[in-house]
Nanobody, 124 residues
Framework: QVQLVESGGGLVQTGGSLRLSCAASGRASNMYGMGWFRQAPGKEREFVAT????????YYADSVKGRFTISRDNSKNTVYLQMNSLKPEDTALYYCAADLRPPMSTASRAYDYWGQGTQVTVSS
């Protein structure tokens, strides 16, 4: 099993920045990739970004492209989400998820393990 712990959420003003972290532990040595998803109250969970562990290749949702950057530290089994130019519509509970095998995917169902989430609130 894999355990995921998110951190770094908080309350920021419009235009501000946050850096989320997600540390993986347990049987994470062969993890293929990790992704970030978010869910606002009353809405479906949506894809934000994903990264392949070995190559570092990344894919972003159109809504965050150019503002968010996903990265990873392979030695620490940690993935990051740098969020810049935050908007009120970015307000959500952010989850990281681990994908144990290829291919890369934007679908929630493709991910095997999930963290408990970290809240990001952007004031208007």
């Amino acid at each position: 099993q894999v355990q995921l712990v998110e951190s770094g959420g908080g309350l920021v003003q419009t235009g501000g920045s946050l850096r989320l972290s997600c540390a993986a532990s347990g049987r994470a040595s062969n993890m293929y990739g990790m992704g970030w998803f978010r869910q606002a109250p009353g809405k479906e969970r949506e894809f934000v970004a994903t990264i392949a562990w070995s190559s570092g290749g990344a894919y972003y949702a159109d809504s965050v492209k150019g503002r968010f950057t996903i990265s990873r530290d392979n030695s620490k089994n940690t993935v990051y989400l740098q969020m810049n130019s935050l908007k009120p519509e970015d307000t959500a509970l952010y989850y990281c998820a681990a994908d144990l095998r290829p291919p890369m995917s934007t679908a929630s169902r493709a991910y095997d393990y999930w963290g408990q989430g970290t809240q990001v609130t952007v004031s208007s």
